[in-house]
């Protein structure tokens, strides 16, 4: 039985390539076209596989439609949280998870500091979308046009001396986000609060969230905190890993690294 559903298995992925006949897929699998005939049948009655006029077969509807429900079905927040816990566990800062709405950046999650001197956030508000690593993973994800779009109807507030201040280099910025995979604010929101970031991703490579930790200078300065930064990668792409339901990381994961990916070669910083 085991391995009646490996071989009809194996048919998904050879249409995924494109529609192929009976004898192909029977060459494929290497049994007889009787064989690959039946197993052929058995997904075209479940819809996964349909059989077009040419007597070809390829995908069929209710494939997408299940990868369409599974994924609209997913909550990124129930999957990272566990791995939120165990990185707070870990150093103590504060950890948060946030995903881009309607136009906003939006923390979804937040596992507090243990230290005396925490960082007032709540989940469900927007973030500093000028300056947060968060939204800058989330926006730096997006095509080129978008981005631009989006960067030109921005206000840009002077939180503090090292807030961005204008289009121009807020692009910048996130053309660099976008190269390197991993972005900070290191004072651009609050002078005395730094924080570093990853993007979480999808199965299809794009960023379907973001995860940050921050901390107080009192607590640990910014270089120290820059010291976790592959602390803080590696538990998004593991976040990322399960979230895409693979074994090894989506596509794209690790964007474009400068260096080492765990050794950070540039400060993205605001």
């Given at each position: 039985m085991?391995q009646t559903?490996d071989?009809?298995?194996?048919?998904l992925p050879?249409?995924?390539?494109?529609?192929a006949d009976?004898?192909q897929?029977?060459e494929?699998?290497?049994?007889?076209k009787?064989?690959a005939l039946?197993?052929?049948?058995?997904?075209?009655?479940h819809?996964l596989?349909?059989r077009q006029?040419d007597q070809?077969?390829r995908?069929?509807?209710?494939l997408?439609?299940l990868?369409?429900?599974?994924?609209?079905?997913?909550?990124?927040?129930?999957?990272?949280?566990?791995?939120?816990?165990?990185l707070?566990?870990?150093c103590?800062?504060t950890?948060?998870?946030a995903v881009r709405?309607?136009?906003?950046?939006?923390?979804?999650?937040?596992?507090?500091?243990?230290?005396?001197?925490r960082?007032y956030?709540?989940?469900g508000k927007p973030?500093?979308i000028?300056?947060?690593?968060?939204?800058?993973?989330?926006?730096?994800?997006?095509p080129?046009?978008?981005?631009r779009?989006?960067?030109?109807?921005?206000e840009y507030p002077r939180y503090t001396a090292?807030s961005?201040l204008n289009?121009?280099?807020?692009l910048?910025?996130?053309?660099?986000?976008?190269e390197?995979g991993?972005?900070t604010?290191?004072?651009g929101?609050?002078?005395?609060?730094?924080c570093?970031g990853?993007?979480?991703?999808g199965?299809?490579?794009?960023?379907?969230a973001?995860m940050?930790?921050?901390a107080?200078?009192?607590?640990?300065t910014?270089?120290?905190l820059?010291?976790?930064?592959p602390?803080?990668r590696?538990t998004?792409?593991a976040i990322?890993?399960?979230?895409?339901g693979?074994?090894e990381?989506?596509?794209?994961?690790?964007?474009?690294t400068t260096?080492?990916p765990d050794t950070p070669q540039?400060?993205a910083s605001?």
């Amino acid at each position: 039985m085991s391995q009646t559903v490996d071989r009809a298995l194996s048919i998904l992925p050879l249409l995924a390539q494109g529609p192929a006949d009976l004898g192909q897929v029977a060459e494929r699998l290497g049994v007889h076209k009787s064989t690959a005939l039946r197993l052929l049948r058995t997904l075209h009655e479940h819809g996964l596989v349909h059989r077009q006029q040419d007597q070809r077969y390829r995908l069929g509807a209710r494939l997408f439609a299940l990868a369409q429900e599974a994924v609209e079905n997913l909550d990124v927040r129930d999957i990272a949280h566990p791995y939120l816990q165990e990185l707070n566990a870990e150093c103590g800062h504060t950890i948060h998870l946030a995903v881009r709405e309607e136009g906003e950046v939006l923390y979804i999650d937040k596992v507090e500091s243990r230290y005396p001197v925490r960082m007032y956030s709540r989940i469900g508000k927007p973030v500093a979308i000028t300056v947060a690593a968060v939204a800058k993973l989330l926006l730096a994800d997006l095509p080129e046009p978008e981005r631009r779009a989006i960067a030109e109807k921005l206000e840009y507030p002077r939180y503090t001396a090292r807030s961005i201040l204008n289009s121009t280099a807020f692009l910048r910025e996130l053309t660099l986000v976008r190269e390197q995979g991993w972005a900070t604010d290191l004072g651009g929101h609050e002078e005395s609060i730094n924080c570093i970031g990853a993007p979480i991703r999808g199965a299809d490579g794009k960023v379907i969230a973001a995860m940050s930790m921050s901390a107080p200078n009192v607590v640990v300065t910014a270089e120290e905190l820059l010291t976790l930064l592959p602390l803080v990668r590696r538990t998004a792409e593991a976040i990322s890993r399960e979230y895409s339901g693979s074994g090894e990381s989506p596509s794209g994961a690790v964007s474009h690294t400068t260096g080492s990916p765990d050794t950070p070669q540039k400060k993205a910083s605001s």
